[in-house]
């Protein structure tokens, strides 16, 4: 059975997993120990042709940037490679991809100087705006001030096109006069679970090992009848990794296909008789899933449980 994929009109590039952090929270487990991997630019071209005429601005303008809208580079931390970073914008300019901008979590600004000098030539190569990552996870690996220093500095160069995400975390931070680095486990004990609250915490990715104990567990069961076709078929916020991999949703652990033959894949679709986990998670649900990894893998349920579907998955997959 085929299956058609539609048209992404908007997409995150992952220039590379490799990041200084290592975030309890990361929904693709980023961190200093992926190896040193980058997406080549002969790739990088290659995707952003093909994606030229497919992403749409956002609704504000070209020139404007909205979170779910648009094209960002993103990671892994990006900046960590900065000469690839200034080539992957001019590229995504010198095609036209509207609504372009960078997210960051914000190490490299240990200059306020320097921290305006990269944003003013990341704008002058066609960068429209920027999204500085704010939350408790990140506070771990880089200090207040820097992330202060990025904020500021963005709006002075790219005005109402700089977002903060989580706003919630940084006027938190901010009011508290947080310097340097924050524990989490200091950040419960200030905060307490209620600042956890104010956000979206995606129960994914690393959160299902790190994070578990914040979480209501339930058995298996408790999933089965959930599938994830709106997510692995929907259109916006795609992601392409530094591989190749074309990822829909949030999903970390499956590819549908290799980006660099965008085209042909859109037009072909996928032969879901070839993928039998994607046929599962697409037509079927979580508890055909279940199943297939019993009968073939003797898969043996959590004695803990499973905070979501995504935990029950990756877990049965692995």
């Known amino acids: 059975m085929k299956i058609t994929l539609p048209t992404p009109i908007s997409c995150g590039i992952f220039l590379s997993y490799r990041c200084n952090s290592e975030c309890r929270h990361c929904m693709y487990a980023c961190s200093p120990r992926w190896s040193n991997d980058w997406i080549p630019i002969s790739d990088l071209k290659n995707i952003l042709s093909q994606l030229a005429d497919k992403i749409l601005p956002s609704p504000y303008g070209v020139s404007r940037v909205g979170v779910n809208y648009g094209l960002h580079f993103t990671g892994g931390e990006p900046f960590l490679n900065y000469s690839l970073l200034l080539e992957a914008v001019k590229v995504a300019c010198d095609y036209g991809i509207p609504s372009i901008f960078v997210e960051t979590n914000s190490y490299w600004c240990t200059d306020p100087e320097k921290t305006v000098e990269r944003l003013r030539e990341l704008k002058s190569l066609g960068l429209n705006g920027i999204l500085v990552s704010v939350n408790p996870f990140i506070v771990e690996y880089v200090p207040f001030e820097r992330i202060e220093y990025n904020v500021s500095s963005s709006f002075r160069i ?161």
């Not at 499956?254 to 599962?280: H, M, N, T, V, Y």
Request: charged share 30%.
């Open 158 to 318: 790219f005005g109402e096109n700089t977002m903060i995400y989580q706003y919630e975390f940084y006027r938190q931070f901010k009011w508290s006069g947080l310097k340097g680095l924050l524990k989490f486990e200091d950040y419960l004990r200030l905060y307490g679970f209620r600042g956890l609250e104010m956000v979206e915490l995606i129960p994914m990715g690393r959160a299902c090992y790190k994070l578990r104990d914040l979480f209501t567990k339930y058995p298996a069961r408790t999933f089965f009848r959930e599938n994830c076709r709106a997510s692995l078929l929907r259109e916006w916020h795609t992601h392409i990794d530094n591989y190749g991999n074309y990822i829909t949703g949030y999903c970390g652990g499956l590819s549908l296909g290799d980006a660099r033959k965008l085209d042909q894949l859109l037009e072909d679709g996928i032969d879901l008789d070839e993928k039998p986990i994607l046929d599962i998670l697409i037509n079927k649900n979580i508890g055909e899933l279940y199943s297939f990894a019993v009968k073939e893998f003797n898969y043996k349920e959590r004695e803990d449980g499973y905070i979501s579907k995504c935990d029950l998955c990756h877990t049965t997959t692995s």
